[in-house]
């Protein structure tokens, strides 16, 4: 399933309501002092009710992202029944928080893992603005869908009715019709007798 950030649908509601974490004094285990950005990605598949978020966290540092955070908040038999899934572990790896396995780590991801399941997930304000964003993002996304399948509708219903009808001259074979020779009459040949007796009438009629 495809995941877009969700400052690329709603960019007002992304730039007041992005969660940005500080971290002071780094110890074993935490992940190095600096201002960390929670960039929320959503899956942007019409159709798909997933209620899952990937945390792109972006250093402020290095300007870059140190983790990729997948997270689901609903309890587990949800996503066991949404992935037909009966596997305990499968279950955890979509339920998460846990790296998502298929984005490029840093080196501290397992301490921004740490970080973000220990201190930033325990807030259920935060969590209930992340179901919030899910619903508003997903709503983004069904009326793009419905506006694409609704403009394709209109152009196929434009092509029909703007279609011009076809010359005769631009018929193919099978439909050309189908032209009679002309009938050319022809005099029937006389024959040396019948030249001799029309000769003899003009020579009676005259005399």
Not at 25 to 48: N, V
Not at 62 to 83: C, D, I, L, M, Q
Not at 164 to 183: I, N, Y
Request: glycine share 6%.
């Amino acid at each position: 399933m495809p995941f877009t950030f969700f400052h690329a649908y709603l960019p007002e509601v992304a730039r007041r309501e992005t969660r940005s974490v500080h971290v002071f004094t780094s110890g074993p285990g935490d992940p190095p002092p600096g201002e960390y950005g929670l960039l929320e990605m959503y899956c942007d598949e019409p159709g798909c009710d997933c209620r899952r978020v990937f945390f792109n966290v972006v250093s402020s540092r290095t300007r870059s992202a140190v983790a990729v955070v997948a997270y689901g908040w609903e309890p587990a038999e949800f996503y066991a029944k949404w992935a037909r899934e009966d596997d305990p572990a499968v279950v955890r790896q979509i339920k998460g928080p846990i790296l998502n396995l298929g984005s490029p780590q840093s080196e501290h991801a397992d301490d921004v893992l740490r970080f973000i399941e220990d201190v930033v997930l325990r807030d259920p304000a935060y969590v209930s603005r992340l179901k919030a964003h899910y619903d508003l993002f997903k709503r983004q996304v069904e009326e793009r869908a419905r506006s694409k399948r609704g403009a394709g509708a209109r152009r196929r219903r434009t092509h029909r009715r703007t279609r011009r009808p076809v010359p005769p001259a631009e018929w193919p074979d099978r439909r050309a019709p189908k032209l009679t020779s002309p009938v050319i009459a022809r005099r029937p040949a006389h024959s040396p007798g019948s030249r001799r007796s029309a000769g003899a009438r003009r020579r009676r009629s005259t005399a």
